[in-house]
Every structure is written in C-alpha cells, then in structure tokens.
C-alpha cells in the first residue's frame, strides 16, 4: 500500500486559516490502513480544527466527507453536488488522491492533509516500512524476493557495501542491510551461488528518471 | 601476471613482481592547492601511488579529479578515487575522461559512504551504478573504447582499474565470493580495508587463495597507524566495517598517553613485516589519516624503500 503520515496540526492550520468553508476528505483506502488518513483521522483532525479555530474567534465552517477511493473518479464524483458548498478541500488521502481530487474540483483550492511516505507494508500495529520503489522493472527473481533499490540506503545491486556491521546498515542500527538479508535469504533457498551473478548496470528510464510514467492496457480499455 | 596492459606505474611495479606501496591524501575543504601538495611532498619518495579520496566521509571536499591533476603537476602517480554516490553515468563516463586527457592511468571504484555522515545530508544520493558497475563501465571504455551508449571514444581512457575489499564486513562468508564478484567485473588492483585482526584477514586471503583469485588481482594490503588508545576505541565501536581486536586496544592503553602514537606506529610496522610473509600480498596502502608525515618511516622500518624505478 502507500504508507502516509500526519502533517502536524500547525502546517495544516497555516494551509487552511484564511478560508471560511472547508471540506475534510478521507479516503478509505491505503491511508484507512495506515491509519493517517481514513474516516477514524478525518474526524479527529476535523475536532481538533473546530476547536482551535474557535478558540482563534474565527468562524469556520468545517465538514467531514471520506471517500471509497480518490484516485477514481467514479468516487470523487460522489461530491460532486456538495462541492461547492466549500472554498477548500482538505484531502487527507496520498498525493495521487490529493492532486485527482484537485483536477476533478479545478477552481477549488485542493491542500494535503498527509505526507506520502512510500510504498510499504504493516510490520505490526503503529510500524510500517518500505518495500518497493515502483522502480518499473521488478528485480525480486534474482534477489531472494529481497529489494536492494527500496531497502539498501545505496539502491546497490551487487552489495553489500562496506558500511554493512553486523547485519546493521551503517545509516542506523536498527536497520537491517538489505544485502544482509539477500544473502540470507539466497542461503536458505540454496542459492547462494547466485550471490556471484553480476547484476548488470540497470535501465532507470522505467523509474522516475525516465519522466512521469504511464501504463496503458488495451486489452482492459473499454 | 602478465605484462601491463596501461602506462600506469602502478601497474608495471605490481607486475615485475615488486610489493608496490601507495598511500591515500584527503583533499581540503577549501581551494588551497598547497594543501594537497604538502601532503604529497611528505610521502612521494616512499610510496608508488598516492590516492586522492573523493569527498570521504560525505564531507564536501576540493574535487577528487583537480587535486589529482595537482599531483600529475608535480610528476606523481595519483589513484582516482571515485565513488558512484554523487554522479550519474553521464557525469562518471565525463570525468573518466577528463581524467585520462591528463593521462591519470589509475582509478579505484568505490559506493561512497551514505551522504547522512557528511555535511549534505538533505541531500539526494545517485547511485545510478554501483561500484562493481563502475568498475565494468571503466573496463569497457577502456578494452572496448566505447561508452556505455555505444559509441565509440576517441582515444579512449587507458586506466588500471581499482577497488576496495573489506574482509571484515559481514557475513563473512561471502566476503571471498564478493571479491570474485569484483574480479569478474574486470577489477585489477584491490586496496582493502584497514587490517587490525590478522587472523581474520590471514583465513580471507586463503580463501582467496584456495579459489585463485590471488592470481587474478594484486591485493594490497591496507593498514592505518593508530594514534592513541581512544582512536582505536573510536575505530572499533564506531566506524563501520572496521574490526579492532581487543588486545590491540589494550596493548596501545597499556603504554603512556605521550608513547601511544608510537606504538601505534610498531604496530603497524609489526603487521606490514607479517603481511609481507603472506602469500598472495602484493602490496600495501598505507592510509596515515592525517599522519601523513610518519609514512616514510613506516615504509623504511618495513624495509620497502627505497621503492623500484619503474
């Protein structure tokens, strides 16, 4: 999923302070999950505004909306007849939903309630992590099911580096060296002659590098 | 091993079979170039080659490539060092060559340290190859003349290829696969990580030995003199990589503060006279990290100088 995080209460009052009307839209998707963004967090963010607002003496108006989706227009379309009761819209879903949100609503100011983080996964209650880097050419089959370009500080692909101590990454020693668990990994599959397979020097134009990306399907395209 | 394929006097030292000696400078975080040329003066009679680091420890540094010129200037041998931390293969391939139009024939292939230790740590990092892609990158300039793209390059870069090798580092078990990794992607010289356990890096080199891969690249031992008791305290617990044995710590806090750099000295004499008995060392740099002024007297006490005109 796409892990997001809280942006602290006071950058959202700075993003929201001058409007009158605003609009606090979740999304029941990625961000519900990682508990920064869903029905649960849009209420509590829309308390804390009420609160601070009216201790300011301004008058705000503020509502709470949350969305199946707002990276599908099908749902974003639900707010359609309401939307222009406000003069603003507090998205807290990722930074795809926030930017849908505002090309659906053109002539309302669309302001990100969230961080986006990454791509990852729910280690336990209150932890996640990242796993991939939507790199666009998956290298997992020779990894160990292991990625070094989201978990390796270096994105190495014949690591470990020399930082490596102890399993430990040398950015911080809670975590663990991704290339450590490659080979682990190669290890308990008895594979580890794989481990001496160069990897050779990779096609970024599928990654970020080759500009903004899209994937189209005919096959799907109605 | 067979006769040099580059003009690089490393190079030919290594192959008439002579134990070849470099040692490393850190470029200055300024435009001074006395800097770099001071401590060049200090050790040019007793060493073969001289490092120049590319921006060590993260830490933004007068560049890599100009203090080698500084160094081709003054008629010595500089090793480039180049990390793939802070340049794309454009900026890699660019400056290979500008490297090699003043006929720098030496190169050593390096990740970089992460940017969070240096001064730029809001920074982005690169990372477009790692350093067993550099090393092939180079080695294709070189043997094919052409760029990674293909086309061919006009005179292409005629560079003895380079890169480190930590036998210290974890898991240990593929620390001799890892050096077969860096041989296969066409490495020549290994420079390795500070030695301190002897032991450990003595069952490194036969293992390498066992797989033949002391045939296939000159390994050069590496070896850094400690200055006190609380530097090899530092080295053991906080840099990455590095394995200080306990009795070193203890031999070097058993001596008077006022003594301890000297001992620090011995022991590196000590470990350069047991390496040398090693099979398969064909060398030694000698990174004096700001010390470069006791290098000689490292050399000279080892019995490496006065050192082979090529």
């Known amino acids: 999923m796409i892990v997001a995080d809280k942006k602290p209460i006071e950058e959202i009052i700075e993003e929201v302070k001058d409007h009158d009307k605003i609009l606090i839209l979740g999304c029941n998707e990625c961000v519900t999950v990682c508990e920064a963004g869903g029905k649960k967090e849009v209420g509590v963010l ?3 505004l009420r609160i601070y607002f009216l201790n300011q003496g301004k008058e705000m108006k503020i509502d709470e909306r949350t969305l199946e989706r707002q990276c599908d227009q099908e749902y974003l379309d639900e707010i359609r007849d309401v939307a222009d009761d406000y003069d603003a819209i507090l998205s807290l879903a990722c930074g795809v939903g926030v930017q849908f949100t505002a090309e659906q609503y053109f002539s309302r100011p669309v302001y990100p309630g969230v961080n986006t983080c990454f791509l990852g996964a729910t280690e336990e209650r ?11 050419q998956c290298v997992l089959a020779s990894t160990g099911g292991i990625c070094p370009i989201s978990r390796c500080a270096k994105r190495i692909l014949n690591g470990p580096c020399g930082g490596s101590s102890n399993g430990k990454c040398e950015i911080s020693k809670e975590l663990t060296c991704a290339w450590h668990l490659i080979v682990e990994r190669l290890k308990s599959l008895d594979r580890l002659d794989d481990y001496e397979k160069l990897f050779p020097i990779k096609d970024w134009s599928t990654d970020r590098a080759g500009g903004p990306r899209k994937v189209v399907r005919e096959d799907v395209q109605l | 091993m067979s006769e040099a394929k580059t003009p690089s006097k490393l190079e030919k030292i290594l192959r008439a079979g002579h134990l070849g000696v470099t040692s490393e400078c850190g470029p200055p975080r300024g435009t001074d170039p006395d800097a770099i040329k001071k401590k060049a003066e ?19 540094r007068l560049c890599s490539l100009a203090s080698c010129i500084h160094l081709k200037l003054m008629g010595l041998e500089p090793i480039l060092q180049m990390v793939t931390r802070d340049r794309n293969r454009i900026a890699l391939q660019s400056d290979i060559l500008g490297a090699a139009s003043f006929d720098i024939h030496n190169m050593l292939c390096l990740t970089g340290d992460h940017q969070s230790f240096g001064d730029c740590k809001q920074g982005q990092n690169v990372h477009d190859l790692d350093s067993m892609q550099l090393i092939q990158t ?3 300039m070189r043997d094919e003349g052409k760029f990674l793209g293909g086309d061919d390059i006009k005179r292409p870069p005629n560079m003895f290829v380079g890169a480190a090798a930590n036998p210290f580092a974890d898991p240990f078990e593929i620390r001799v696969p890892r050096l077969a990794k860096k041989i296969a992607a066409g490495v020549e010289f290994i420079q390795t990580q500070c030695i301190y356990n002897l032991e450990k890096f003595e069952e490194w080199m036969r293992l390498a030995r066992e797989r033949g891969l002391t045939e296939k690249v000159f390994i050069l031992a590496g070896l850094t003199p400690m200055k006190s008791a609380g530097m090899a305290k530092y080295m053991k617990n906080r840099v990455p990589g590095m394995d200080v044995p306990d009795e070193l710590v203890k031999r070097l806090a058993g001596v008077p ?3 301890q750099a000297q001992e620090g000295i011995d022991i590196c004499v000590e470990s350069i006279q047991r390496l040398k008995e090693m099979e398969g060392v064909k060398g030694f740099h000698i990174m004096a990290i700001e010390w470069e002024e006791k ?5 000279e006490r080892t019995g490496l100088h006065p050192r082979p005109k090529n």
């Open chain 2, 257 to 259: 503060k006022e003594k």
């Open chain 2, 42 to 60: 200090l050790i040019k009679d007793h060493v073969d080659a001289i490092n120049i680091t590319d921006n060590q420890t993260s830490m933004t």
């Open chain 1, 126 to 136: 209150g932890l996640w992590t990242e796993r991939c880097q939507a790199c666009g």
């Open chain 2, 138 to 140: 180079v080695r294709h």
């Open chain 2, 295 to 299: 290098v000689p007297e490292i050399v």
């Open chain 1, 46 to 48: 829309a308390s804390a």
